[in-house]
């Protein structure tokens, strides 16, 4: 694989993982304090929703791990091995997990806010966290029967070169 790309995705990944850190531990609590003033009937809410809103960005740093332990195989030419399937498997599973914890909190947040109700806006991100999630995971399981395709061809092709140098 080329390393100019590898290299310029594993700089996109490094910023990827620095602003989900950067939402953990800045945005997300400013974001709770915001809506603490506007909504002082959910005060009691910031804390929960916030811990468990920081905690559903830990699978997306798992899935940049992931892909990051991917692209060194993919550099080495090692990619289309057993070896892979593991972090393939840890994608899937964290995709599972995020959309686990986005209809979680939702569910949740709807039960604690029956007289007022979630706002729309938080409604319709926690919605698209879980859809996307879901299709994150849906798709990584594609590419997962390519990789199992590709890596029976990969042991083929092995066993028929060594086949030709023995009739040579």
């Not at 950067?22 to 304090?33: C, G, I, K, S």
């Not at 811990?51 to 899935?63: D, H, N, T």
């Not at 594609?142 to 092709?157: D, I, P, Q, T, Y």
């Amino acid at each position: 694989m080329n390393p100019v790309t590898t290299g310029l995705l594993r700089v996109v990944i490094v910023l990827l993982v620095l602003g989900t850190l950067l939402t953990q531990l800045v945005v997300l609590p400013d974001m709770a304090w915001t809506l603490q003033a506007s909504y002082p009937v959910a005060a009691a809410l910031r804390v929960p929703t916030l811990v468990v809103s920081a905690i559903g960005l830990v699978p997306l740093q798992v899935v940049l791990v992931c892909v990051w332990r991917l692209v060194g195989m993919a550099r080495r030419d090692a990619v289309f091995s057993p070896s892979a399937f593991r972090w393939v498997d840890a994608m899937i599973w964290s995709a599972v997990v995020a959309a686990a914890v986005a209809v979680g909190l939702l569910v949740w947040l709807l039960a604690q806010t029956r007289d007022t109700g979630v706002p729309p806006g938080i409604f319709l991100t926690l919605v698209g966290c879980a859809v996307l999630a879901v299709g994150v995971a849906l798709l990584v399981v594609v590419l997962r029967g390519l990789l199992v395709k590709a890596v029976a061809w990969k042991g083929e092709a092995t066993a028929l070169r060594a086949e030709l140098a023995e009739v040579i």
